[in-house]
């Protein structure tokens, strides 16, 4: 009889931590930036889904990725390191290093089952180390049905993580949209043109495309999962836009990321705390109440979210590399970035070297067709050529003042002000560097500006690639 009891207790324990355990959804937009938000007060997107979710939850309005681009920022989610760790450096990258695992074991510790919906991955189903503990894989595009089957047919008795990852906002956007582009705001750092106006408002449509997936998917995972659980929103990097997805400024690197836990996270609130991508599952994996039994960067946020702790990270780094990797690479251009309270600092490792990617490459495509226009307005007017020129040729080193300058407009590098500053993150950055073992390596074949005619490319500022960045 007291084996019986034994058993018996061991059963309703183990049954009742089950029940404790919050069910979760995490939703991943594609080429979503924060600013593209009604969160953010974007003037013109509609996302009323993520809205509603923001006054429900909480919104972290400084929350970046690692990399501006899909399976390096993926990677550094799934694994909870660096992009300098898992070895997914470039985009289309498979990890070159040994003993690299997922992160979702915390959540198999605890009996989760673990399903898998659209756009998840970058890559073929498993393939990536990182997402072995998914029991349950969908279709790579969203079916609302299929998830609803699913969530029907489950055993309730499990907790759940189901991740759920949308294609757009990514390209191509659809050609017909219901905003129109004469009444766009174009995002700073835009040259205004016919084309381009039609490819925003094409963007835009595809972002309420997006919110629309994400309040279908938001509700039926809320009638199957009862009141215990947590719905979290975010994407993996910025649009593909100039100054956006692979740049390592704000339209490429900070996310949405919001967050909702019924009576546990206060409703309608925000923080300026400074968190990772790396820290979403070290966070969501402690809310569980679990624990991590694997060596990462990502640290968790759980005391943001339920304490009302202020900050999370004094400093956040953020890397990219190129997009894509052999002969055909369309952007090779590796940068590095730290960014803290006030401040950010980029560095453009090889600044000798054209910036291209696949908007200046694959002009023929319906959602980069304005780029030639741009190109063609620079050739006579002296603020196209500034911008144009500021896309493709870049100084060694950027510094801006995110409290007075968000939009990063003006270059305090080379400010005899700013020189504090300057030096203080460029020795964070040194120190990154060196303690990841960082070999910034380049993929592809990049251009020499030297080699390259452009007209309003500042080519005065391009320095060697050997300089070197010291303390002073």
Known sequence: MKTIALLSLVFLCFHAKAQESPNILLFIADDLGYLDTEIANSPDAKTPNIKQLASEGMVFERAYVNSPTCAPSRAALFTGLRSQRNGIEANHDKTRLEGVKHILTGFQDLGYEIAA???????????????????????????????????????????????????????????????????????????????????????????????????QTKTLFEQYSGKNSIVAFTSDHGAQWPFAKWNLYEAGTRVPLVLKWPEKVPAGSDTQALVSWIDIFPTLTELAGGTLKVDIDGTSF?????????????????????????????????????????????????????????????????????????????????????????????????????????????????????????????????????????????????????????????????????????EN
Request: include cysteine.
């Open 117 to 215: 919906f659209g756009k998840i991955r970058h890559g073929k189903k498993g393939q990536d180390p990182w997402d072995h503990g998914v029991e349950h894989y969908g279709a790579d595009s969203i079916d609302i049905q299929e998830i609803a089957t699913f969530l029907k047919k489950r055993d309730p008795n499990r907790p759940l993580l189901l991740l759920v990852g949308s294609n757009p906002p990514h390209v191509p956007w659809p050609r017909k949209s219901s905003f129109d582009p004469k009444d766009v705001t174009l995002p700073i750092k835009s040259i205004d043109t016919p084309k381009t106006r039609i490819s925003w408002s094409q963007y835009l449509e595809d972002v309420r495309t997006m919110d629309e997936l994400f309040g």
């Open 302 to 470: 759980a005391n943001v979210l339920r304490h009302g702790k202020k900050d999370h990270r004094e400093k956040v780094f953020t890397t990219h590399t190129g997009d894509g990797v052999g002969p055909n690479a369309a952007n090779s251009y590796p940068m590095r970035a730290v960014v803290q309270e006030r401040f950010k600092y980029i560095r453009n490792m090889h600044p000798e070297f054209l910036y291209t990617n696949h908007l200046t490459k694959n002009v023929h495509m319906d959602h980069n067709k304005h780029w030639p226009e741009w190109e063609k307005r620079a050739k006579h007017d002296p603020h196209s050529a500034a911008i144009v020129g500021a896309y493709l040729a870049r100084p060694a080193e950027e510094l801006y003042d995110l409290k007075l300058d968000p939009h990063e407009q003006n270059n305090l590098a080379q400010d005899p002000d700013h020189v504090d500053a300057l030096l203080t993150l460029r020795n964070e950055l040194n120190q990154f560097m060196h303690e990841s073992r960082d070999r910034v390596i380049v993929t592809g074949q990049p251009i020499r500006l030297i080699d390259c005619w452009l007209i309003g490319c500042p080519l005065q500022n391009s320095e060697p690639s050997s300089r070197e960045f010291n």
